[in-house]
């Protein structure tokens, strides 16, 4: 895979950052962009680095050298092989894939007291937003979220986008913040496993494509330090995006996830209430189903809050469901709910399901352990070839005879 010249064009209305590459994937060379409102033509940055963070992890899924024409940022350019061999030990799957390119002149970047935030709607983008709107740590204010189309589903698959963004619109006003809405076309052509393996490098990269117009810029934290896990985007991977034009933050892993609902339940309920979006089978619309995983998972903490009756992106109330959706939901979720049940104890049937579920999936757990390090694992092709076999001479001995008329027909 080869980077090999990035140009800014400016149009009537928009700004777009584009990338002129090639994949031994696909026959002849293709444009790779980010597009933004003509407003922020000054913020976009013509660098490489953008397209070398979108383009390290799908290089490793397509098993193919990645190298950079246009010079790179040498902090960067440092850290490409460190990512890469991050995701290699996690996802093995993805190559070990070789990186060719150079390091470029750093030339001087005043600051511009500025900071940006992503924001989908969701409980760990309320919180980095809402914190940091409350003072935070970053080294500039906040004063920007950034909504993209084409990021968290690919342009040809999402559905009432254009509702999302308005919604997201409507959150940046009230919060006193400007809402940046993008585009970019990389989920198009790149088809790594967006939560497991490109979520964080992808965001980088439309963070690096901003590079001019902030100082850091916040990837909102899925986990909390105590429960990471090796998905696309982690602390361990994301700011080693970093620039020297630009620090990218990985913001939120000191509380899990039910104690984030809690503390932007706090800082604004009415605001979060009326527009807190989490669903993962949305299309990218501006619609919670209440009935997927990362739906349920909400909606636990909002029900030990008192508040799920309120959440007016949460119409259906029912919980019928909730046990079977808990039985497929990442296990540190299940777990931090559980915990946050026993905190507020405000719902004991609700926690004894949590219980239940925990305690059923742990045993399973330990069985598949027991298993897995059991001797007669050994035994189980042999076992599972042996009943094949019986069952081939079972099926033999149920053919149906020859008829007697056939017999005598033989016999004479």
């Given at each position: ?128 937003l809402l914190k940091h709107r409350r003072g935070g740590e970053l080294t500039a204010p906040l004063t920007h979220i950034i909504f993209m189309r084409g990021i968290e589903k690919p342009l040809d698959f999402g559905r009432d986008v254009e509702a999302s963004q308005r919604r997201a619109e409507r959150i940046a ?240």
């Amino acid at each position: 895979m080869r980077l090999h010249s990035v140009s800014v064009r400016v149009g009537a209305e928009t700004v777009r950052l584009v990338a002129e590459a090639e994949s031994d994937q696909r026959s002849g060379r293709f444009e790779l962009y980010f597009e933004y409102p003509i407003e922020y033509e000054q913020f976009v940055s013509a660098s490489a680095d953008t397209f070398a963070a979108a383009m390290l992890v799908p290089a490793m899924f397509q098993n193919e050298r990645l190298q950079i024409d246009p010079p790179l940022s040498p902090s960067l350019l440092f850290n490409l092989p460190r990512l890469r061999d991050i995701f290699h030990a996690w996802h093995p799957n993805l190559s070990r894939c070789e990186i060719q390119a150079t390091a470029g002149p750093v030339a001087a970047k005043p600051p511009t007291n500025r900071a940006a935030t992503f924001f989908s709607g969701g409980v760990d983008s309320f919180y980095t937003l809402l914190k940091h709107r409350r003072g935070g740590e970053l080294t500039a204010p906040l004063t920007h979220i950034i909504f993209m189309r084409g990021i968290e589903k690919p342009l040809d698959f999402g559905r009432d986008v254009e509702a999302s963004q308005r919604r997201a619109e409507r959150i940046a006003a009230a919060a006193g913040v400007r809402c940046i809405t993008g585009e970019s076309n990389i989920r198009t052509y790149f088809e790594p496993d967006w939560r497991r393996q490109y979520s964080g490098s992808a965001l980088a990269a439309c963070a690096l494509s901003l590079a001019n117009g902030f100082d850091s810029v916040c990837i909102p934290a899925s986990y909390s330090y105590r429960d990471l896990v090796t998905i696309g985007t982690t602390p361990l991977t994301d700011e080693r995006f970093s620039t020297e034009y630009l620090q990218i933050v990985h913001d939120g892993s000191e509380l899990p996830r039910s104690e984030k609902t809690a503390r932007i339940i706090e800082w604004d309920r009415d605001l979060v209430l009326a527009h807190l979006r989490v669903c993962v089978l949305n299309y990218g619309g501006d619609y919670n189903c209440c009935k997927c995983w990362k739906c349920v998972r909400t909606a636990i903490p909002l029900g030990y809050l008192g508040v799920l009756d309120a959440a007016q992106t949460f119409p259906d109330k029912t919980t019928d469901h909730w046990e079977a959706v808990l039985e497929a939901d990442s296990m540190q979720c299940v777990e931090d709910n559980l915990r946050f049940g026993r905190t507020h104890n405000t719902k004991p049937e609700l926690t004894a399901l949590l219980e239940t579920v925990v305690r059923r999936r742990h045993f399973r757990q330990g069985l598949r352990t027991a298993f897995e390090n059991s001797p007669i694992r050994s035994l189980v092709p042999a076992l599972l070839s042996a009943r094949q076999r019986v069952r081939r001479l079972a099926g033999l001995a149920r053919k149906p005879a020859l008829p007697p008329e056939s017999n005598a027909a033989v016999r004479s």
